[in-house]
Nanobody, 122 residues
Framework: QVQLVEPGGGPVQAGGSLTVSCAVF????????VGWFRQAPGMEREEVAR????????YYADSVKGRSTISQDNAKNTVYLQMNSVKPEDTAMYYC???????????????WGQGTQVTVSS
């Protein structure tokens, strides 16, 4: 059984930084891809970053590129998303997702966390 747990999130001031984490509890075999998504009220879900865990190759959406870093701590089975210079438009529910192989952009992922709310105030 794969379980994703996302501590972190919460309120943050515009211009500040936030870090959300995704602890991956898996059974037996490895998950090669972990991604972060976000969804604001009334908006479509947006993939903001992903990491191919064997090689550390990363992808960032244009909306967060240059101010975000996705990283992994293999010893802790945890993937982090750090975002700097946050803006009110970064306010959303943030979800992590994982899959055995990296899905094509727009495809669904196999495993999802429950989400953590991030609220950026101006």
């Amino acid at each position: 059984q794969v379980q994703l747990v996302e501590p972190g999130g919460g309120p943050v001031q515009a211009g500040g930084s936030l870090t959300v984490s995704c602890a991956v509890f898996r059974y037996d075999y490895s998950l090669d891809c972990v991604g972060w998504f976000r969804q604001a009220p009334g908006m479509e879900r947006e993939e903001v970053a992903r990491i191919y865990t064997p090689g550390g190759v990363t992808y960032y959406a244009d909306s967060v590129k240059g101010r975000s870093t996705i990283s992994q701590d293999n010893a802790k089975n945890t993937v982090y998303l750090q975002m700097n210079s946050v803006k009110p438009e970064d306010t959303a529910m943030y979800y992590c997702a994982a899959d055995w192989l990296c899905p094509s952009r727009g495809d669904n992922w196999r495993y999802w966390g429950q989400g953590t709310q991030v609220t950026v105030s101006s």
